[in-house]
C-alpha cells in the first residue's frame, strides 16, 4: 500500500470517529430513543408505523449526518492536515536547528492552508494539489533532518574523526623506522586504508555541512513559494494555472535535490560500513 493510499485510509477512519463522536449523533440517538419508548405507534401519512420505525428514522437521521462529514472538504482538509503533522513528530528530531527549520516549514503549510479556504472553485482545487506537493518537500526535509542527527549521533564517526589523524602519524613514523621490507609494505598498505578512511571521514564531515546548508536553502525556498501563493491568494477572478503550474515544478525540484543529499549522505554511510569491515 502507498504511503499516500495509507493516509487517506487514516483520514477516513479520523473523519468516521468524528461524525460518530459529534453531539449531533448523541442527539439524535437520544431523540430516537425517547420517541421509540414513548411512542410505541404513530400515524405517517395515514399509514399506522409501529415503533421499532422510530429506529429506521434515526438510522437514517445519522447515516445523512456521517455523509456529509465525510464529504465535508473543510472537515477532510483538517483531519488530513491533523494526520499529516503526526506521520512527522518533530520531538523525533535531535538536532535543534533542523527542528526550528521544521517547525518553520510546518508553519508555512499551515498558512497556505489558510490560503485555500479563501479561494474557491478551480483556484481552490489548484491550491490543493500544491499542498499535496509541499507535503511531499517537508517529508523530504524531515528526512534529511533525520540523516543529520544519524551521523551527528554516530559515536563511533566521532571517535575516527579524533583517532584516525593520530593513527596515520604513528604509522608513517614506524614505516620510517621499519628495516624489514616485508613489515614496512604490510604498514604501507594499513596506511592506505587510513589514508582512504580519513577521506571518508571528510567526505562524512562535508556531508553533513551540505544537508545542513540543504535544509536551511529549502525553507528560504519554501518562504518565497508562499509568499508567492500569497500573491496567487489575493487576485480576483483567473485560476492562475500557470503559475502553480510553475510553481509545482519547482517544488518537484526541491523534492528531487533533497532527494539527492540524502542519498550521498546514505553513499557516505555505506562507503564508511564498507571501511569498518574491511
Do not use: C
Not at 482538509?77 to 538536532?95: G, P, T
Not at 490560503?115 to 483556484?123: E, P, S, V
Not at 549521533?153 to 608513517?172: C, F, R, T, W, Y
Not at 543529499?261 to 555505506?270: G, K, P, R, Y
Amino acid at each position: 500500500m502507498s504511503e499516500r493510499e495509507n493516509v487517506r485510509q487514516k483520514v477516513l477512519g479520523t473523519l468516521l470517529t468524528n461524525a460518530i463522536l459529534r453531539w449531533e449523533t448523541f442527539a439524535t440517538l437520544l431523540i430516537t430513543m425517547i420517541l421509540f419508548i414513548a411512542v410505541p405507534q404513530f400515524n405517517l401519512l395515514g399509514i399506522d408505523l409501529p415503533s421499532w420505525f422510530w429506529l429506521v428514522l434515526g438510522g437514517v437521521a445519522e447515516g445523512a449526518l456521517i455523509w456529509s462529514t465525510l464529504t465535508d472538504p473543510e472537515e477532510t482538509q483538517q483531519a488530513i492536515a491533523r494526520e499529516f503533522e503526526s506521520q512527522y513528530d518533530l520531538a523525533h528530531v535531535r538536532n535543534a536547528v533542523s527542528r526550528d527549520r521544521l517547525k518553520k516549514a510546518m508553519e508555512y503549510r499551515r498558512n497556505m492552508m489558510k490560503l485555500q479556504k479563501q479561494r474557491k472553485g478551480a483556484g481552490r482545487a489548484q491550491f490543493n494539489d500544491t499542498i499535496t506537493d509541499v507535503n511531499d518537500w517537508i517529508a523530504a526535509m524531515y528526512g534529511l533532518a533525520l540523516h543529520i542527527d544519524t551521523f551527528e549521533g554516530n559515536a563511533l564517526i566521532e571517535s575516527d574523526m579524533k583517532s584516525v589523524p593520530q593513527q596515520i602519524e604513528k604509522v608513517k613514523i614506524r614505516i620510517d623506522r621499519e628495516r624489514d621490507e616485508r613489515v614496512k609494505g604490510d604498514l604501507e598498505g594499513q596506511l592506505e586504508l587510513l589514508e582512504r578512511q580519513r577521506l571518508n571521514l571528510e567526505s562524512t564531515k562535508n556531508s553533513i555541512r551540505r544537508a545542513e546548508i540543504a535544509l536551511e536553502s529549502t525553507l528560504s525556498s519554501l518562504g518565497t513559494m508562499y509568499a508567492q501563493m500569497s500573491l496567487l491568494g489575493t487576485r480576483a477572478g483567473g485560476t492562475d494555472s500557470s503559475r502553480f503550474q510553475r510553481i509545482r515544478l519547482e517544488i518537484k525540484d526541491e523534492v528531487n535535490s533533497l532527494q539527492d543529499t540524502i542519498d550521498a549522505m546514505e553513499e557516505v554511510q555505506s562507503q564508511s560500513s564498507m571501511l569498518h569491515n574491511s
